[in-house]
């Protein structure tokens, strides 16, 4: 029996032993999601709230989940234009409410719904964690999501019970899977978001995340680059291409194999806008080829940059033995011959000998957030007519209310000088001597290479709509001096189309590169002139000088 006495006598020798236990380490949660205005807050790991140190191995886990729609009516489509057209073409009202409930599929305008699943789309994620900074990166087969909904997965994921230091969501930017932006429901001005779809989206990434945590195990990393230039094309001058295809392969301690991750730089749409078949194009063939070559291993595939455009238009499609083209844009053919491709092009650089293996890889990250001005008077109609989700902020910062965007004109929130910003973040994502830089858009390749004398790609013509405008040190520099990889992410974590450099901006005649009628395309999908400098300012200030 112990008593009250024999309790304090152990106390005192307790005392007298010269023996202290030492005081529990001050545990800091990492901070929230967002902030009180409802937007994150910046980040440096290691050394941040929460994630002080990153230490011993590496742990790196991977997991996929299916996003295709678990519902959906399909529809005949009459004439074959791959548009569901309710005067003409007719469909299986299986619920019963007399109106189509369809899949509406992103790119290529409104009215577009699938007719079936030709193959699945996915989230695919991989986590990094090391001593207590952890990171997961995920990949969705859409077209896009705004940086409102990723918040939403983040909030999702933390509700969960992971606290990830950071989680980046990116898009494949794929032309035939759910819209999830809004602009592409079944008639102009009608949103083709689902609520039920966006919430089973979340559910799924957080699922994702869940089975690649608890399955991380000590990884090292082997690092390959290879190229493919006949499956990419540029449809913009100047034409500025990233021919890397990045592939990143996790090892495990018995040196096999378990997650691919490859980035490339080409707009995912093969099939063209009369498709009416749900499919993940070009990474479905990427990465089954990967997977069939590397049996057990989950491919990851993350889009590169893709603006000015990096596009499969205008390649030969498999080419006969005269050079001929045989599977020309709009054929599943045309997808398998790309995604094939530049997974053989992945593989051969990664058993080839200039591959290199990271044994000790290091982890860190870096967010920065920033308002945007959004100029584009088109983009600013969408969401003054409710299309597209987003919360608009005050230049202040603060969140705009609604009674100050009651009756706000869509010329009003484009205007130059007005009050209202998008709210959006960069990051930097660094494994050993491997950096990631994030994109909240479809950046141009010309913003992000660099020449050999360390100058942009840019240029800036002299019929440009800002003549005299600098251009800005290319992305790619800003990142470590000490990466021997570097790697761009488009489409991550937000959804502000195509990020042009300003000189090069051109809506007024007279037009640049000898277009006599019209610009090029790209700026009526960009949130304004100001995104490129608003972008590479944020950047920079990722790693200040």
């Not at 489509?77 to 007399?98: C, H, L, Q, S």
């Not at 999702?156 to 989680?167: E, P």
Request: glycine share 10%.
């Amino acid at each position: 029996m112990v008593t009250a006495l024999s309790l304090m006598t152990l106390a005192i020798l307790a005392a007298c032993s010269g023996e202290e236990t030492p005081p529990a380490e001050e545990v800091v949660p990492s901070p929230p999601v967002v902030d009180a205005q409802g937007r994150p807050t910046d980040l440096s790991c290691p050394g941040g709230p929460g994630c002080k140190e990153s230490s011993g191995a590496l742990r790196v886990g991977v997991a996929a989940e299916v996003i295709s729609p678990q519902y959906f009516e399909t529809y005949t489509d009459v004439n074959k234009d791959g548009y569901f057209d309710p005067a003409r073409d007719t469909f299986e009202d299986k619920n019963g409410n007399g109106r189509m409930d369809g899949a509406w599929l992103a790119g290529f305008g409104p009215g577009r719904a699938a007719t079936k699943v030709h193959d699945d789309a996915w989230a695919r994620v991989l986590t990094f964690t090391q001593g207590d900074t952890s990171v997961a990166l995920v990949s969705l087969d859409l077209v896009g999501l705004f940086h409102d909904r990723v918040l939403k997965i983040r909030e999702a994921v933390r509700a969960k019970g992971l606290d990830f230091d950071h989680v980046l969501v990116s898009t494949t930017h794929v032309h035939e899977t759910m819209d999830t932006m809004g602009m592409w429901g079944p008639a102009p001005l009608v949103p083709g978001i689902d609520d039920e779809y966006m919430n089973f989206l979340t559910e799924r990434v957080v699922e994702a995340l869940a089975k690649a945590r608890a399955g991380e195990r000590a990884a090292k990393i082997k690092m390959a680059r290879g190229e493919a230039p006949q499956l990419v094309n540029d449809t913009r001058m100047p034409k500025v291409i990233d021919q890397g295809i990045y592939t990143l392969q996790f090892l495990d301690e018995a040196s096999s194999p378990f997650a691919t991750m490859v980035t490339w730089g080409n707009h995912p749409e093969a099939l063209g806008s009369k498709n009416t078949e749900l499919t993940s194009d070009f990474p479905h063939y990427l990465r089954g080829t990967l997977e069939a070559r590397y049996p057990g291993s989950t491919a990851v595939y993350f889009n590169g940059c893709l603006g000015g455009l990096t596009t499969t238009i205008g390649i030969v499609g498999c080419p006969d033995a005269e050079g001929k083209e045989t599977c020309p844009q709009g054929t599943f053919e045309r997808a398998e011959y790309v995604g094939r491709g530049a997974a053989d092009a992945a593989i051969a650089a990664l058993e080839s000998p200039a591959s290199q293996l990271v044994e000790a890889p290091t982890l860190g990250v870096r967010r920065k957030v920033f308002l945007a001005s959004a100029t584009n008077a088109g983009l600013a109609l969408l969401v003054t007519a409710g299309v597209l989700p987003r919360q608009l902020f005050r230049s202040d910062g603060l969140p705009a209310s609604p009674e100050e965007l009651k009756g706000l004109s869509f010329t009003q929130l484009s205007a130059p000088d007005s009050p209202f910003r998008v709210a959006s973040e960069v990051n930097a994502i660094e494994l050993g001597p491997i950096a990631i830089g994030a994109i909240p858009g479809e950046l141009y390749t010309e913003l992000w290479m660099a020449r050999d004398d360390g100058t942009s790609f840019a240029e800036t013509p002299a019929e440009g709509d800002h003549v005299g405008t600098a251009n800005l040190p290319p992305l790619s520099g800003v990142l470590p001096a000490s990466a021997t990889m570097k790697i761009s992410i488009n489409n991550a974590n937000d959804a502000l189309g195509y990020i042009i450099p300003k000189p090069q901006w051109d809506t007024k005649p007279p037009y640049a590169y000898d277009r006599k009628d019209s610009p090029q395309y790209g700026e009526e999908n960009s949130v304004g002139h100001d995104i490129a400098p608003t972008v590479i300012d944020a950047f920079q200030k990722l790693y200040p000088r």
